[in-house]
T-cell receptor, first 114, second 111 residues
Framework: DVKVTQSSRYLVKRTGEKVFLECVQDMDHENMFWYRQDPGLGLRLIYFSYDVKMKEKGDIPEGYSVSREKKERFSLILESASTNQTSMYLC?????????????FGPGTRLTVT | AQSVSQHNHHVILSEAASLELGCNYSYGGTVNLFWYVQYPGQHLQLLLKYFSGDPLVKGIKGFEAEFIKSKFSFNLRKPSVQWSDTAEYFCAVNGNYQLIWGAGTKLIIKP
């Protein structure tokens, strides 16, 4: 079974703090994704990576950065957390960029910024 | 622009009722379509997918979806829902590197 793990299920941070969210997958997948999930808005893509050290902006990259130094790990960084970044953050991985391959999701990190 | 539209944000049904959740997409390339489900407190998981062949796709837990190319639709159906089907359902279509997601439909089944 594919396993995608995220470092924390719940996180509370203060405005202005630097926040690191970690994601690890154990199936040697090439592609990894970071989304945020907000009620009524579905999933919005923040960043994705199609290979080690490669990254592409998604639909809402402002205020975020990412790092992929190893194939299995994809980190999301909030440079200076703000209250509008309070959300559920989902990490996903996929074997290749092929259209028919599904994405596998982690359990999510619910981040609250106060 | 590529997009996915889910018609209903909230659906409330009684047990044993039939279910149909609408999904329409806008995408110019070869289409691959997905339905994902998120049960309360659980991670998103694949319900079913279409990538070619028979437009009627069967998934887990008795769900099915029909790809109608002329209508740009991929509606999810289940003939008789159960209380355990309470969840949020997301439709998605493949983009170039990423999936394009609908806003989701929250389904509540009354026992």
């Amino acid at each position: 079974d594919v396993k995608v793990t995220q470092s924390s299920r719940y996180l509370v941070k203060r405005t202005g703090e630097k926040v690191f969210l970690e994601c690890v997958q154990d199936m040697d997948h090439e592609n990894m994704f970071w989304y945020r999930q907000d009620p009524g808005l579905g999933l919005r893509l923040i960043y994705f990576s199609y290979d080690v050290k490669m990254k592409e902006k998604g639909d809402i990259p402002e205020g975020y950065s990412v790092s992929r130094e190893k194939k299995e790990r994809f980190s999301l960084i909030l440079e200076s957390a703000s209250t509008n970044q309070t959300s559920m953050y989902l990490c996903a991985s996929r074997p290749t960029s092929g259209g028919a391959s599904e994405q596998y999701f982690g359990p999510g990190t619910r981040l609250t910024v106060t | 622009a590529q997009s996915v539209s889910q018609h209903n944000h909230h659906v409330i049904l009684s047990e044993a009722a039939s279910l149909e959740l609408g999904c329409n997409y806008s995408y110019g390339g070869t289409v691959n379509l997905f339905w994902y489900v998120q049960y309360p407190g659980q991670h998103l998981q694949l319900l079913l997918k279409y990538f070619s062949g028979d437009p009627l796709v069967k998934g887990i837990k008795g769900f099915e979806a029909e790809f109608i190319k002329s209508k740009f639709s991929f509606n999810l159906r289940k003939p008789s829902v159960q209380w355990s089907d309470t969840a949020e359902y997301f439709c998605a279509v493949n983009g170039n590197y990423q999936l394009i997601w609908g806003a989701g439909t929250k389904l509540i089944i009354k026992p």
